[in-house]
């Protein structure tokens, strides 16, 4: 089946805290999990993205981690700031490998 | 490089009209989707399009939408008749590969108000 599941679905913390937000997914055979951030009345943008050859990456304050066994990934942002504020989406790949099955998204507030 | 360019912005119709949304990718990419995204959902694809050839329509319902990428660049998407349910934002991506492990990159979507 096709199916991720994002939680939590709103998350506040306080500027310079960190936030975690994680997605597992159906599809043994994904290969591929981006993330996309999305600000009010924006488009989404890519900010991070991981393949199964790897089990972390990082990017400055933002890093994804993969489980394959399990079946879940995580996005972490360090140091947040307000800016970071928004919505944040994890895909993973559907049955056909062709389309992206995205998360319900995570409502991130950074308090300052 | 210029983004994905979306039109109309913003859209309110009635129940059982409808409407139409055009949508203009990157120059030179060649994978083009269409989305629907739901207040307060993710974005749920609609249709892919691979140059002028539909790769995946499977959760397009087809007895009110339809999607054309005649020459292989810019696309339109349409709904007739709408219902309440239609309202939503609709997204366009292009990415310039076939395949998920590419970025996508989004328009700025049409807001579709159905009343």
């Known amino acids: 089946g096709e199916n991720v599941e994002q939680h939590p679905s709103t998350l506040s913390v306080q500027e310079g805290d960190s936030a975690v937000i994680k997605c597992t997914y159906s599809?043994?055979?994904?290969?591929?999990f981006p993330w996309y951030k999305q600000e009010l009345g924006k488009r989404p943008q890519l900010i991070i993205d991981i393949r199964s050859n790897v089990g972390e990456k990082k990017d400055q304050r933002i890093a994804v981690t993969l489980n394959k066994t399990a079946k879940h990934f995580s996005l972490h942002i360090t140091e947040t700031q307000p800016e970071d504020s928004a919505v944040y989406f994890c895909?993973?790949?559907?049955?056909?490998?062709?389309?992206?099955?995205f998360g319900s998204g995570t409502r991130l507030l950074v308090r300052p | 490089e210029a983004g994905v360019a979306q039109s109309p912005r913003y859209k309110i119709i009635e129940k059982r009209q409808s409407v139409a949304f055009w949508c203009n990718p990157i120059s030179g990419h060649a994978t083009l989707y269409w989305y629907q995204q739901i207040l307060g959902q993710g974005p749920k694809l609609l249709i892919q399009f691979q140059n002028n050839g539909v790769v995946d329509d499977s959760q397009l319902p087809k007895d009110r939408f339809s999607a054309e990428r005649l020459k292989g660049v810019d696309s339109t998407l349409k709904i007739q008749p709408a219902k309440l349910e239609d309202s939503a934002v609709y997204l366009c991506?292009?990415?310039?590969?076939?395949?998920?492990?590419?970025?996508?990159?989004f328009g700025p979507g049409t807001r579709l108000t159905v009343l």
């Open positions: 991506a292009s990415s310039h590969k076939p395949g998920i492990n590419n970025e996508q990159f």
């Open positions: 599809d043994s055979a994904s290969n591929y």
């Open positions: 895909a993973a790949p559907g049955d056909s490998s062709y389309k992206l099955i």
